[in-house]
């Protein structure tokens, strides 16, 4: 078994993590980060696991273009999983319409309500989504072990924004407190962010997935939009340091 996922804050890498230890099988986690360039991803395995968060009710779009890049074993037993801090949105039909698309099915979906890293829950709600997430995995992996296979039905709706191309949506920018350290270069995903004359530039290859705005060590970078999120406190996973975001960079 193999378990595609992506992280920023890190509530996918620990669902990820937590969901390997729980399976009794050989079970692998690789990041979808560190596949980035690979024109074809060929898995080993033909039980197939995708965990990301939702941006914008939908999977980010480097998930997205990492699937398309898959070249999946016969008979597949493909499965979801999301995190996310109100509502999975559409991503599961979504999902589903993609991996048609390329002639696949998606046997089985699910998600895990954790706290948001855009939007914010009171902290009481965020404390007990935190101390739930386990025991919430833990109800899911049954189901995947047995390899149940929902019937998963509804109107596939219109495509969302994330699904054309990447962009920073939110206007995502470095004020001039940068101390040019580096740490939003090293953690962007789609190695967006450059610095220029000691400064952090942003460019549009853009996930939106927040990563430079929460580990910014100085709080210099910030969002546009919208304004009750602009300067909101910054968010990790309480069991993800830097470095595990960083090394998800690489294989």
Not at 6 to 33: D, H, P, W
Not at 125 to 143: G, M
Not at 145 to 152: A, L, P, T, Y
Not at 190 to 199: K, Q, R, S, T
Request: proline share 8%; net charge negative; hydrophobic share 40%.
């Amino acid at each position: 078994m193999i378990l595609y996922y992506f992280s920023a804050t890190g509530n996918t890498l620990t669902s990820a993590k937590y969901m390997q230890e729980m399976i009794n099988e050989n079970c692998r986690i690789v990041s979808v980060s560190a596949l980035k360039d690979a024109p074809v991803i060929d898995p080993e395995d033909d039980v197939i696991g995708f965990l990301f968060p939702i941006y914008h009710a939908d999977m980010p779009w480097l998930f997205r273009d990492t699937i398309k890049r898959i070249r999946f074993p016969e008979n597949s037993y493909i499965f979801s999983i999301a995190t996310f801090r109100g509502s999975p949105g559409a991503c599961t039909l979504h999902m589903k319409a993609l991996l048609e698309s390329l002639g696949q099915k998606l046997s089985y979906a699910s998600g895990i309500r954790l706290p948001g890293n855009s939007v914010m829950n009171p902290p009481y709600v965020d404390a007990e989504l935190l101390r739930d997430q386990k025991e919430n995995i833990r109800k899911i992996i049954p189901d995947i072990e047995n390899r149940v296979v929902q019937e998963i039905e509804g109107e596939i709706p219109e495509p969302s924004i994330l699904e054309a191309r990447p962009a920073n949506l939110r206007g995502i920018q470095a004020d001039e407190t940068c101390i040019g350290c580096g740490t939003c270069v090293r953690v962007c995903p789609m190695n967006n962010i450059e610095l220029i004359d000691g400064h952090a530039e942003i460019g549009n290859q853009c996930l939106t997935c927040l990563a430079c705005f929460h580990w910014c060590p100085v709080e210099a970078i910030f969002m546009e939009t919208p304004k009750a999120s602009s300067r909101r406190p910054k968010y990790h996973h309480p069991d993800v340091k830097l470095p595990d975001i960083i090394k998800a960079k690489t294989l």
